[in-house]
C-alpha cells in the first residue's frame, strides 16, 4: 500500500463533499449523545481493527451489556428509584459506544 505523507503526522484534518440526504440519513442513525466527529472516528477505528480482536471485544462487551440489562430490569422489577435504572442504562450506552 502506498503511503503518503499523512502517514507520518500524529494528526490528519480531511474535507470531504457527499450528498445531503446522505449526510442526513447517516446522521440521524447517530445517536443524538454522541458527537458526529466521534462516530467518524468510531468507524475509521473498526475499520481498521483486526477481526479476531473486534469479535473478542463485541463478546465480552455483549456480556457486560446483558448484565447491565438484568440488573435494570432487577431493579425495575422491583420498584426501585428510576436514578438507578437510568445510571445501568447509560453503563449499557458507554459499553456500545466504546466498541462502535
Given at each position: 500500500?502506498?503511503?503518503?505523507?499523512?502517514?507520518?503526522?500524529?494528526?490528519v484534518?480531511?474535507?470531504?463533499?457527499?450528498s445531503?440526504?446522505?449526510?442526513?440519513?447517516?446522521?440521524?442513525?447517530?445517536?443524538?449523545?454522541v458527537?458526529?466527529d466521534?462516530?467518524?472516528?468510531?468507524?475509521?477505528r473498526?475499520?481498521?481493527?483486526?477481526?479476531?480482536d473486534?469479535?473478542?471485544?463485541?463478546?465480552?462487551?455483549?456480556?457486560?451489556?446483558?448484565?447491565?440489562?438484568?440488573?435494570?430490569?432487577?431493579k425495575?422489577?422491583?420498584?426501585?428509584?428510576?436514578?438507578d435504572?437510568r445510571?445501568?442504562?447509560?453503563?449499557i450506552?458507554?459499553?456500545v459506544?466504546?466498541?462502535i
Amino acid at each position: 500500500m502506498a503511503r503518503d505523507a499523512a502517514d507520518d503526522r500524529d494528526e490528519v484534518t480531511y474535507q470531504f463533499s457527499c450528498s445531503g440526504a446522505l449526510w442526513t440519513e447517516w446522521k440521524r442513525s447517530v445517536p443524538r449523545d454522541v458527537p458526529l466527529d466521534e462516530e467518524i472516528r468510531a468507524l475509521l477505528r473498526r475499520e481498521t481493527t483486526d477481526a479476531d480482536d473486534l469479535e473478542e471485544k463485541y463478546r465480552l462487551t455483549a456480556i457486560r451489556v446483558r448484565r447491565h440489562a438484568i440488573r435494570a430490569n432487577q431493579k425495575l422489577a422491583a420498584g426501585d428509584d428510576t436514578d438507578d435504572i437510568r445510571e445501568e442504562i447509560n453503563d449499557i450506552v458507554q459499553l456500545v459506544n466504546g466498541v462502535i
